[in-house]
């Protein structure tokens, strides 16, 4: 599944740069303008938002009528970009791109041919909406769409040879909330919980299809800069 990653990262670097670099020029006053537009920017909503975060994701359940599975809880690692282009006195809206990796989630099942365990990246570019993006703390709510990436494990619970693919790509629809709280004018902590609905993995369990929901709780510091 990681082997994908260099291409998510060369993606989101093109973004990025295609939303930093004209920031910097249009951002880069004389010396004349610096010191007038230092005052307004400090109480302003931020143009560029970089948040690293760490949090978990519980148990999730996949029981039916005859087989019992649950996909087991795990670390979950995130990297948010957002970029402000909207803005008013309540409201800030942000585009964004989230990666959020959870490295391994264990499996237990009653059925020894089930899958031993599965990772998964989530990439969803979206939109958040702030409110009240220039106060010290700000609630926002977040949704976007993109890809559910998921790794089986090579072996079932039993230890045999696992026969399904070892990768597996749906699509992701995330949607979530939070609050930054600000610490300093360029550093604000964040909390915020996402679900992640993507099709389900490969269980090689035949009763258990359909989509999945993937809660998170992640908890960041956040990089901000005009």
Known sequence: MFRYLPVFAAFAVNLLSSAFIPSLNADGPDNTTAAS???SQEGAAPKNELAF???GIPSTPRNTIRDRLDLGPS???QV???RRFGSGKHVAVYGEINFL???LRGVSSNLASATRDVASLYFTPGMRVKFFPSSRISPFLAAGWGLGLYEQSTTQLDGRANPVPRELVHGAFGFGGGVDVRV???LALRGEAR?????TPNYNVATIAGGQHN???VGAFVLRWH
């Not at 679900?195 to 099709?199: I, S």
């Open 37 to 39: 537009s230092s005052g």
């Open 53 to 55: 975060g760490l949090g």
């Open 75 to 77: 670390t979950a690692l």
């Open 80 to 82: 948010n970009y957002g």
């Open 101 to 103: 990796a959870s490295p």
């Open 184 to 186: 300093w004018r360029l």
């Open 195 to 199: 679900d992640f609905y993507t099709g």
């Open 215 to 217: 809660v998170v709780a």
